[in-house]
């Protein structure tokens, strides 16, 4: 999206594209085979604030549907979170915070995302972010969650992968 914006002439000789649209190719494509019966549990995904608010503000589309989507092939049972989409409450681990040395601002924050999953009975959650996954996986234990399993996207992806 950003070389779309600020480097057009770009696209003429390389083409950028998401994971999200990346993995949607290949799984439309038949490229890749997923195998939607390996995790059993219920699943939730987390809007990451870069890829859903802060990309349809700078670039007017929020990865939110795509996600989904994928996330759909992956597993049989999934929730969302609520709210969700542009609504979706930050997880607290944004722009450093993780190495920022305030762990108990960090960790107070991130209680509104864990009180959300906790809503949602999920106890896979799926995120797109390093940020938001290494918070998420860091906070977890504190608010009682320790078995909750936090996958990036694509690593579910590959746990789901039908080799032959």
Not at 132 to 147: E, F, P, S, T
């Amino acid at each position: 999206m950003g070389l779309q914006k600020w480097y057009p002439e770009a696209l003429s000789e390389f083409e950028c594209v998401t994971v999200f649209d990346l993995l949607i190719r290949y799984i439309r494509q038949g490229r890749i085979k997923l195998d939607r019966t390996r995790f059993a549990e219920t699943a939730t995904y987390h809007d990451p604030c870069n890829y859903g608010r802060r990309a349809q503000k700078m670039f007017g589309h929020g990865f939110f549907a795509e996600p989904r989507w994928i996330l759909d092939q992956c597993v049989t049972h999934w929730v969302d979170l609520h709210p969700s989409h542009l609504q979706q409450t930050c997880c607290g681990g944004g722009g450093g915070a993780l190495t920022s040395g305030y762990n108990d601002e960090r960790i107070f924050y991130g209680r509104r995302k864990m009180e959300q999953i906790r809503t949602a009975g999920a106890s896979m959650l799926v995120v797109p972010c390093h940020s938001c996954h290494g918070q998420l996986n860091n906070i977890k234990a504190h608010y009682g969650m320790a078995g909750l399993t936090v996958k990036y996207l694509w690593e579910l992806v590959a746990d789901c992968l039908v080799l032959s």
